[in-house]
Protein backbone atom coordinates (compact mmCIF):
# COMPACT_ATOMS: atom_id res chain seq x y z
CA UNK A 1 0.00 0.00 0.00
CA UNK A 2 2.70 2.51 0.77
CA UNK A 3 4.75 1.68 -2.08
CA UNK A 4 1.88 2.34 -4.56
CA UNK A 5 1.02 5.78 -2.76
CA UNK A 6 4.27 6.33 -3.07
CA UNK A 7 4.21 5.96 -6.85
CA UNK A 8 0.88 7.56 -7.19
CA UNK A 9 2.32 10.74 -5.53
CA UNK A 10 5.13 10.75 -7.24
CA UNK A 11 3.31 10.64 -10.79
CA UNK A 12 0.84 13.27 -9.32
CA UNK A 13 4.48 15.57 -8.56
CA UNK A 14 5.45 14.97 -12.19
CA UNK A 15 2.25 16.32 -13.35
CA UNK A 16 1.88 19.12 -11.34
CA UNK A 17 5.39 20.24 -11.62
CA UNK A 18 5.11 20.69 -15.36
CA UNK A 19 1.96 23.01 -14.26
CA UNK A 20 4.34 24.79 -11.92
CA UNK A 21 2.09 23.06 -9.17
CA UNK A 22 4.43 20.89 -7.42
CA UNK A 23 4.32 22.19 -3.84
CA UNK A 24 0.27 21.46 -3.86
CA UNK A 25 1.22 17.64 -4.14
CA UNK A 26 3.64 17.41 -1.25
CA UNK A 27 1.64 20.12 1.05
CA UNK A 28 -1.58 17.89 0.51
CA UNK A 29 -3.87 20.57 -1.35
CA UNK A 30 -4.20 19.03 -4.01
CA UNK A 31 -6.32 15.25 -3.94
CA UNK A 32 -4.29 13.00 -5.73
CA UNK A 33 -6.33 9.57 -5.21
CA UNK A 34 -10.02 10.69 -6.15
CA UNK A 35 -11.76 7.99 -3.25
CA UNK A 36 -15.13 8.74 -1.44
CA UNK A 37 -12.81 9.27 1.42
CA UNK A 38 -10.49 12.11 0.07
CA UNK A 39 -13.44 13.97 -1.60
CA UNK A 40 -15.07 14.31 1.25
CA UNK A 41 -11.82 16.10 3.21
CA UNK A 42 -11.60 18.34 0.12
CA UNK A 43 -15.25 19.51 0.43
CA UNK A 44 -14.95 20.38 4.34
CA UNK A 45 -14.44 23.95 4.93
CA UNK A 46 -12.55 26.11 7.00
CA UNK A 47 -12.91 26.78 10.41
CA UNK A 48 -14.84 29.60 11.01
CA UNK A 49 -14.76 32.01 14.17
CA UNK A 50 -15.89 30.10 17.42
CA UNK A 51 -16.07 31.45 20.83
CA UNK A 52 -17.76 30.43 23.96
CA UNK A 53 -18.76 31.60 27.36
CA UNK A 54 -20.04 29.39 30.50
CA UNK A 55 -22.06 30.70 33.40
CA UNK A 56 -18.93 31.55 35.26
CA UNK A 57 -18.15 33.68 32.94
CA UNK A 58 -14.71 31.75 31.26
CA UNK A 59 -14.70 32.21 28.26
CA UNK A 60 -12.80 30.68 24.63
CA UNK A 61 -12.23 32.50 21.49
CA UNK A 62 -10.92 31.39 18.44
CA UNK A 63 -10.62 34.18 16.02
CA UNK A 64 -10.37 33.83 11.94
CA UNK A 65 -7.95 37.27 11.50
CA UNK A 66 -5.17 38.55 13.69
CA UNK A 67 -7.19 41.76 13.78
CA UNK A 68 -9.86 40.29 15.25
CA UNK A 69 -7.27 38.17 17.61
CA UNK A 70 -5.36 41.58 18.98
CA UNK A 71 -9.07 43.43 19.53
CA UNK A 72 -9.90 40.47 22.06
CA UNK A 73 -6.23 40.45 23.28
CA UNK A 74 -6.96 44.42 24.56
CA UNK A 75 -10.79 43.49 25.59
CA UNK A 76 -9.26 40.65 27.62
CA UNK A 77 -5.89 41.24 28.83
CA UNK A 78 -4.90 38.35 31.16
CA UNK A 79 -6.53 35.75 28.35
CA UNK A 80 -4.15 33.73 27.48
CA UNK A 81 -3.01 32.60 24.20
CA UNK A 82 -3.05 28.88 22.70
CA UNK A 83 -2.07 27.00 19.74
CA UNK A 84 -1.83 23.32 19.60
CA UNK A 85 -2.52 23.59 23.44
CA UNK A 86 -0.12 20.65 24.24
CA UNK A 87 1.00 22.69 26.95
CA UNK A 88 -2.05 23.29 29.09
CA UNK A 89 -1.74 22.17 32.93
CA UNK A 90 1.41 20.58 31.90
CA UNK A 91 4.02 23.89 33.13
CA UNK A 92 1.87 24.82 35.70
CA UNK A 93 -0.94 23.77 38.40
CA UNK A 94 -3.69 25.72 36.64
CA UNK A 95 -6.55 23.53 35.60
CA UNK A 96 -8.76 26.42 34.99
CA UNK A 97 -8.13 29.89 32.69
CA UNK A 98 -10.70 33.06 32.87
CA UNK A 99 -10.08 33.42 29.29
CA UNK A 100 -8.24 31.19 26.28
CA UNK A 101 -7.16 33.13 22.81
CA UNK A 102 -6.83 30.03 20.07
CA UNK A 103 -4.81 30.90 17.59
CA UNK A 104 -5.80 28.09 15.35
CA UNK A 105 -8.45 29.58 13.46
CA UNK A 106 -6.33 32.55 12.25
CA UNK A 107 -5.57 31.98 8.57
CA UNK A 108 -2.36 34.32 8.65
CA UNK A 109 -0.95 32.27 11.57
CA UNK A 110 -1.49 28.80 9.92
CA UNK A 111 -0.43 29.28 6.25
CA UNK A 112 3.42 29.23 5.17
CA UNK A 113 4.65 30.98 2.06
CA UNK A 114 8.19 29.26 0.11
CA UNK A 115 10.41 31.50 -1.86
CA UNK A 116 14.21 30.46 -3.07
CA UNK A 117 15.81 32.10 0.03
CA UNK A 118 13.59 30.75 2.99
CA UNK A 119 10.43 29.24 4.36
CA UNK A 120 8.17 31.96 6.47
CA UNK A 121 5.80 29.03 8.45
CA UNK A 122 2.94 30.49 10.15
CA UNK A 123 3.40 30.26 14.36
CA UNK A 124 0.43 27.95 13.90
CA UNK A 125 0.97 25.05 11.65
CA UNK A 126 1.69 22.15 13.33
CA UNK A 127 5.11 20.13 13.32
CA UNK A 128 4.07 17.81 11.54
CA UNK A 129 2.81 19.84 8.69
CA UNK A 130 6.32 21.65 8.95
CA UNK A 131 8.03 18.96 8.33
CA UNK A 132 6.45 18.00 5.03
CA UNK A 133 7.05 21.26 3.82
CA UNK A 134 10.63 21.37 4.55
CA UNK A 135 11.48 17.66 5.75
CA UNK A 136 12.59 16.56 1.80
CA UNK A 137 15.03 19.38 1.80
CA UNK A 138 16.42 19.90 5.44
CA UNK A 139 16.32 16.54 6.12
CA UNK A 140 18.05 17.22 9.95
CA UNK A 141 14.82 18.31 10.72
CA UNK A 142 12.17 15.51 9.68
CA UNK A 143 15.57 13.20 11.66
CA UNK A 144 15.10 15.11 14.88
CA UNK A 145 11.20 15.60 14.77
CA UNK A 146 11.10 11.77 14.89
CA UNK A 147 12.97 12.13 18.42
CA UNK A 148 10.64 15.16 19.51
CA UNK A 149 7.44 13.63 21.67
CA UNK A 150 4.96 11.24 20.18
CA UNK A 151 3.04 11.34 17.01
CA UNK A 152 0.04 12.30 18.02
CA UNK A 153 1.69 15.58 19.97
CA UNK A 154 3.30 16.45 16.87
CA UNK A 155 0.29 16.46 15.24
CA UNK A 156 -1.12 19.26 17.44
CA UNK A 157 1.81 20.97 18.86
CA UNK A 158 3.07 24.28 16.85
CA UNK A 159 6.35 25.63 16.13
CA UNK A 160 5.33 28.56 17.17
CA UNK A 161 3.96 27.34 20.32
CA UNK A 162 7.01 25.40 20.89
CA UNK A 163 9.53 28.34 20.79
CA UNK A 164 7.01 30.11 23.28
CA UNK A 165 7.43 27.57 25.97
CA UNK A 166 11.23 28.00 25.95
CA UNK A 167 11.82 24.54 27.02
CA UNK A 168 15.59 24.69 28.09
CA UNK A 169 15.72 21.09 26.81
CA UNK A 170 14.31 21.42 24.18
CA UNK A 171 15.44 19.44 20.86
CA UNK A 172 14.09 22.05 18.18
CA UNK A 173 15.76 25.02 18.96
CA UNK A 174 19.15 23.95 18.58
CA UNK A 175 18.46 23.24 15.06
CA UNK A 176 16.63 26.30 14.26
CA UNK A 177 19.82 28.81 15.81
CA UNK A 178 22.29 26.61 13.65
CA UNK A 179 20.35 27.50 10.30
CA UNK A 180 20.33 30.64 11.44
CA UNK A 181 16.52 31.07 11.92
CA UNK A 182 14.53 34.63 12.83
CA UNK A 183 11.15 35.04 14.33
CA UNK A 184 8.87 37.61 13.45
CA UNK A 185 6.41 38.80 16.83
CA UNK A 186 3.10 40.72 16.44
CA UNK A 187 1.60 42.98 18.49
CA UNK A 188 -0.83 46.07 18.41
CA UNK A 189 2.49 48.17 18.50
CA UNK A 190 3.37 46.79 15.17
CA UNK A 191 5.71 44.02 14.12
CA UNK A 192 9.45 43.02 14.98
CA UNK A 193 11.94 40.27 14.65
CA UNK A 194 14.85 38.57 15.99
CA UNK A 195 17.10 35.53 15.19
CA UNK A 196 15.82 32.86 17.66
CA UNK A 197 19.55 32.34 18.95
CA UNK A 198 18.07 35.60 21.00
CA UNK A 199 14.59 34.78 21.55
CA UNK A 200 15.45 32.85 24.68
CA UNK A 201 15.94 35.02 27.97
CA UNK A 202 18.07 32.69 29.68
CA UNK A 203 15.99 32.75 32.69
CA UNK A 204 13.40 29.96 31.62
CA UNK A 205 11.21 32.91 29.27
CA UNK A 206 11.63 34.51 25.86
CA UNK A 207 11.68 38.56 24.94
CA UNK A 208 8.22 38.26 23.90
CA UNK A 209 6.40 41.27 25.67
CA UNK A 210 2.69 40.91 27.17
CA UNK A 211 0.08 40.71 24.51
CA UNK A 212 2.84 39.64 22.22
CA UNK A 213 2.49 36.73 19.91
CA UNK A 214 4.83 34.83 17.33
CA UNK A 215 3.44 35.63 14.27
CA UNK A 216 5.84 33.28 11.88
CA UNK A 217 9.56 31.76 11.43
CA UNK A 218 11.66 32.54 9.07
CA UNK A 219 13.94 29.23 7.61
CA UNK A 220 16.94 29.98 5.51
CA UNK A 221 16.97 27.65 2.34
CA UNK A 222 20.32 26.10 1.09
CA UNK A 223 19.08 26.05 -2.51
CA UNK A 224 21.95 26.62 -4.94
CA UNK A 225 20.65 30.19 -5.65
CA UNK A 226 20.46 30.79 -1.38
CA UNK A 227 24.08 29.88 -1.30
CA UNK A 228 25.21 31.87 -4.01
CA UNK A 229 23.51 34.93 -2.65
CA UNK A 230 25.13 34.61 0.94
CA UNK A 231 28.60 33.74 -0.97
CA UNK A 232 29.24 30.45 -0.30
CA UNK A 233 29.50 27.04 -2.52
CA UNK A 234 28.40 24.33 0.31
CA UNK A 235 26.13 24.00 3.40
CA UNK A 236 26.95 21.20 5.98
CA UNK A 237 24.04 20.95 8.51
CA UNK A 238 22.82 18.35 11.28
CA UNK A 239 21.55 17.64 14.47
CA UNK A 240 22.24 15.56 17.19
CA UNK A 241 20.97 14.06 20.77
CA UNK A 242 22.19 12.30 23.37
CA UNK A 243 19.59 10.96 26.03
CA UNK A 244 18.58 7.92 28.26
CA UNK A 245 16.30 6.15 25.70
CA UNK A 246 15.03 7.24 21.85
CA UNK A 247 12.35 8.96 22.23
CA UNK A 248 9.93 10.50 24.94
CA UNK A 249 12.88 11.43 27.14
CA UNK A 250 14.58 14.55 28.44
CA UNK A 251 17.62 14.95 26.57
CA UNK A 252 21.11 15.12 28.12
CA UNK A 253 22.18 17.24 25.86
CA UNK A 254 20.97 18.16 21.95
CA UNK A 255 23.20 19.98 19.40
CA UNK A 256 23.24 21.21 15.39
CA UNK A 257 25.61 22.76 13.75
CA UNK A 258 26.21 24.64 10.48
CA UNK A 259 29.10 25.45 8.19
CA UNK A 260 28.77 27.24 5.14
CA UNK A 261 31.83 26.87 3.28
CA UNK A 262 33.66 28.71 0.37
CA UNK A 263 35.27 26.05 -1.25
CA UNK A 264 36.80 24.08 1.25
CA UNK A 265 37.18 27.46 3.60
CA UNK A 266 34.73 27.58 6.56
CA UNK A 267 33.07 30.92 5.87
CA UNK A 268 30.53 30.83 9.25
CA UNK A 269 30.30 28.36 11.54
CA UNK A 270 27.13 28.20 14.32
CA UNK A 271 26.97 25.66 16.69
CA UNK A 272 23.99 25.41 19.23
CA UNK A 273 23.27 23.50 22.24
CA UNK A 274 20.20 22.97 24.31
CA UNK A 275 20.08 21.01 27.73
CA UNK A 276 23.33 21.95 28.57
CA UNK A 277 22.86 25.75 29.85
CA UNK A 278 19.84 27.37 31.39
CA UNK A 279 18.56 28.04 27.92
CA UNK A 280 19.49 26.71 24.81
CA UNK A 281 22.64 28.46 23.21
CA UNK A 282 25.49 29.00 21.05
CA UNK A 283 29.06 28.92 21.11
CA UNK A 284 29.81 32.37 19.62
CA UNK A 285 33.62 31.85 20.75
CA UNK A 286 34.21 28.83 18.75
CA UNK A 287 31.65 30.15 15.56
CA UNK A 288 34.31 33.49 15.45
CA UNK A 289 37.77 30.72 16.19
CA UNK A 290 36.51 28.53 12.97
CA UNK A 291 35.39 31.17 10.90
CA UNK A 292 38.20 31.77 8.08
CA UNK A 293 40.03 28.26 9.00
CA UNK A 294 40.16 25.48 6.49
CA UNK A 295 37.78 22.71 7.17
CA UNK A 296 39.46 19.65 8.03
CA UNK A 297 39.87 17.26 11.32
CA UNK A 298 42.90 19.67 12.67
CA UNK A 299 40.64 22.83 12.86
CA UNK A 300 37.80 20.62 14.36
CA UNK A 301 40.06 19.48 17.11
CA UNK A 302 42.26 22.37 17.72
CA UNK A 303 38.52 24.41 18.48
CA UNK A 304 37.64 21.37 21.22
CA UNK A 305 39.54 22.64 24.03
CA UNK A 306 38.05 26.29 23.27
CA UNK A 307 34.55 24.41 23.15
CA UNK A 308 34.99 22.59 26.38
CA UNK A 309 36.04 25.50 28.60
CA UNK A 310 33.67 28.31 26.84
CA UNK A 311 30.19 26.75 26.75
CA UNK A 312 28.33 27.53 29.51
CA UNK A 313 27.01 24.77 31.79
CA UNK A 314 23.62 25.11 34.12
CA UNK A 315 24.13 25.51 37.75
CA UNK A 316 21.89 22.23 38.28
CA UNK A 317 24.43 20.20 36.70
CA UNK A 318 26.18 20.77 40.09
CA UNK A 319 29.33 18.01 40.80
CA UNK A 320 28.64 16.79 37.09
CA UNK A 321 29.47 19.77 34.79
CA UNK A 322 32.59 17.86 33.15
CA UNK A 323 29.47 16.07 31.65
CA UNK A 324 27.81 18.22 29.41
CA UNK A 325 30.94 20.38 28.48
CA UNK A 326 33.01 16.91 27.33
CA UNK A 327 29.55 16.21 25.65
CA UNK A 328 29.65 19.76 23.49
CA UNK A 329 32.58 18.55 21.92
CA UNK A 330 31.89 14.72 21.38
CA UNK A 331 28.67 15.86 19.31
CA UNK A 332 30.88 18.27 17.65
CA UNK A 333 33.31 15.28 16.83
CA UNK A 334 30.42 12.79 15.87
CA UNK A 335 29.18 16.12 13.02
CA UNK A 336 32.26 15.86 11.66
CA UNK A 337 32.92 12.38 11.52
Request: hydrophobic content about 40%; glycine content about 6%.
Amino acid sequence: VFASTEQLRHEAAIKAERAGQESTVWTGRQDIFGDRFTKQLFRMKDKSPFRYVDDRKRRFHQPGTIVELLKLKKQYPNARFVAGATEIGRLSHEVEWPSLLSLEGVKELSSSITTEEAWEIGAAVPLTQVAELIGRECVAFSKILRRFASLAIRNRATLGGYLATAWPRGQLSPLLMAMNARVLLLSEEGERNAPISQFFDGRGGTILSPGEIVRSIIIPRSTESALAARGVTASLCDTYTSAPRRSLAAPYATAAFCFELRDRVIAKARLAYSGIGEAPLRAREVEEFLAGKVYQEKTIFEALPMLIETVEVSDTAGDHVEYPQTLSATLLQQFFF
